[in-house]
């Protein structure tokens, strides 16, 4: 027995590949985005009432995990990617059924361009399609005594610093475009999107990029010592090259 | 585009039949049941850690709404059934893609009869097919800001009585079972489950029925009459016929 699904949306994002995604939705809250209603979807009908909803719950296809073979236990990168826990303990989106679930906020509907969705705090890759779209009911899906062991918690931000050229590109960016680049940056990177083996050790001279809206992202990872003497780390934009 | 997906398991649970299952999970504590792994996913790797998280993900097909249409708007029964929403702004079963989201509670992984997790609270029918379990991770999944105008808290309980025959046959099945069938009955009917159009009028010679775990339960609606002269509706369990 099996069940075939049409998606009946696409997501539209500012994450144009998957390197770089925070791993949960609500951390990057300046990510805005579009889910647009695919034909024969797309009626304005569809979505009446949405509007006394909060957030949303977005049941996505892994549409760049579908080549990927499942297996039994996967290594989360909340955990460093040192241990394994079985596939249905974690939401890899390797899976049997590459099925993703996410919440967002709801910012609004949007008909100048088809029938959209504004939604912020999105963790989608740009292009994915979207199986359903359910209204966020509180008093059931917020459950205030669940517990989760290994993922008590949101992960540690890194301070992310700007050069004083990227600093200026996102003034002129988010005049012409109502986008807050420099807080989408801050937001996204601070998470640290360098996967857990490389984390042990800092490569002051390596260059990290990643595909963000039209550009192509690029920093550094650095230290900086306080007056006690301890060292942390932060992350350096250096660079936002135009596609 | 299309997408097929297989069961990775089937529920086992006390609701035989749709009518009378509340409405969202959470509701019935008292409703046990087990997701049962399907081969070649009946692997209890698959689920090693699963144990750190107190509440878990169900994503499921509404396989008893596959052959009913979809439409833009539908009349959900929250709001009395004759208001409409549009169909992704509710949790209606009947929607293009029929994949419903649970959130259940863990309560342990049983290996006595197959990869089995044993759950409770849930509002799923008895072999329910399941394509995705995900763990419950409160940081991101338990939105306390979160707002749901139509849907902003529970529904209001009715008190349900038992006849003396049916609570002596609740306490033979309990002494038998380990199963709470007082409690299950109690939290089962409370929720009401007639169609919102038969709310406006009592009518005290109908009698309700609904198949829960082995019996066919039945039920009348009556009033009673307080010391202040309010009349206030209750239910009474007169009869648990075994199937």
Redesign the interface.
């Known amino acids: 027995?099996?069940?075939?699904?049409?998606?009946?949306a696409v997501v539209e994002s500012p994450y144009k590949e998957k390197f770089g995604i925070p791993r949960?939705?609500?951390l990057v809250e300046a990510a805005l985005g579009y889910i647009k209603l695919l034909p024969p979807?797309d009626?304005?009908?569809?979505?009446?009432?949405?509007q006394?909803?909060?957030?949303i719950?977005l049941?996505f296809?892994f549409h760049q995990s579908l080549d990927t073979q499942w297996r039994?236990?996967v290594r989360p990168p909340r955990l460093g990617g040192n241990k394994?826990?079985?596939?249905?303990?974690?939401?890899s989106p390797v899976?049997?059924?590459p099925?993703g679930?996410s919440?967002v906020k709801f910012e609004g509907i949007d008909l100048s361009n088809g029938v959209r969705i504004a939604i912020s705090g999105m963790d989608l890759l740009d292009g994915t399609?979207i199986?359903?779209?359910?209204?966020?009911?509180?008093?059931?899906?917020?459950?205030?005594?669940?517990?989760?062991?290994?993922?008590?918690?949101?992960p540690r931000l890194l301070p992310v610093l700007l050069s004083a050229a990227v600093e200026s590109q996102c003034e002129v960016y988010s005049q012409s475009s109502a986008i807050d680049l420099k807080a989408l940056l801050v937001q996204v990177l601070q998470q640290d999107p360098r996967p857990a083996y490389q984390r042990a050790k800092i490569d002051p001279k390596r260059d990290y990029g990643m595909k963000l809206l039209d550009f192509d992202v690029k920093w550094r990872y650095a230290e900086q010592q306080s007056d006690s003497g301890a060292h942390s780390l932060y992350i350096e934009v250096f660079a936002l090259i135009e596609l």
Request: glycine share 4%; net charge negative.
């Open positions: 027995m099996t069940y075939t699904f049409e998606p009946i949960q939705p609500g979807y009626i304005p009908d569809c979505l009446d009432g949405l006394t909803s909060s957030h719950w049941q296809v039994p236990k394994s826990m079985g596939v249905f303990a974690t939401r899976r049997p059924n099925i679930l919440v399609p199986l359903d779209i359910k209204p966020y009911v509180p008093y059931v899906d917020s459950i205030v005594t669940a517990s989760n062991e290994f993922a008590a918690q949101e």
